[in-house]
Every structure is written in C-alpha cells, then in structure tokens.
C-alpha cells in the first residue's frame, strides 16, 4: 500500500478522494449514533456538506471522458446533490422514513458502490492498495 499514486495526482483528484473517505467514516459513524440528536444533527450537516464537496469536485476529475469532458458517472454527481437537497428538506418536514432512506441511499450508492469502482485496476485508489 502506497499514497504516492493520491499524493502525485492532481489535486481535484486528491480533494475528492479525501472528501469521499471523510464522508465515509463520517456516513458510517452517523449510522452507529443515536438518531435525531443534536451530535446527528451536526454530523450530518457535515456529512451533507462533504457529500456536496464529492459530488461537485467530481466535475473537475475527468480521467474517464465519454461526453466530452465527463462520463456517465457525473450523472450520479448530478443525482447526489439533488438527493441531498430532498434528504434534508424531508428530515426538516418530519417524513424520517423518507430522509433515512434517501441518505441510506446516498451512501450506499454514492460512497459504496460508486466508491468500489475506483479500485478496478488501472484507477489511482487500485495503486494505493495493490501497488502499480
């Protein structure tokens, strides 16, 4: 295992790696507190946040071009942050089986799965854990 492949990438690449293992641990951490509390709350403003900074920094990574500059993954960018959006508004509307659902969602989707797919070879987060 070696950072040197993150730390010699541009640094779009970098923020939007560090920001999607922060919202990671964060998102993980948040599942594990009690719900509906004030330290919930706050970590998931933060997480929101972050969740915001991934999925807006992706526009700046571009190593996969299939529509001119992005790929069909900055479709998912797209569907985070609106997500995100209706996440909060319905946390803030009282509907927490929505909420929970949709963060779930983000999580799973945007930070799971998406998040595996970097580690396919030939991408920089496979060269952080297996090496060249």
Do not use: D, E
């Not at 969740?51 to 790929?71: C, D, E, H, K, Y």
């Not at 659902?101 to 952080?128: D, E, N, Q």
Request: net charge positive.
């Amino acid at each position: 295992m070696s950072l040197q492949p993150l730390l010699t990438a541009p640094l779009a690449i970098q923020v939007h790696a560090c920001a999607a293992m922060f919202a990671f641990l964060a998102g993980a951490l948040q599942f594990a507190l009690p719900k509906g509390t004030p330290p919930h709350r706050a970590l998931g403003w933060l997480w929101v946040t972050t969740m915001a900074l991934v999925a807006t920094g992706s526009f700046w990574v571009n190593t996969i071009r299939q529509f001119g500059p992005f790929s069909w993954i900055h479709l998912l960018s797209i569907y985070v942050l609106v997500l995100l959006v209706f996440s909060v508004r319905a946390a803030r509307r009282g509907n927490i089986p929505l909420h929970r659902s949709m963060m779930l969602g983000t999580f799973a989707g945007a930070l799971v799965i998406a998040g595996a797919f970097t580690f396919l070879p030939g991408r920089i987060m496979h060269k952080v854990l297996l090496g060249p």
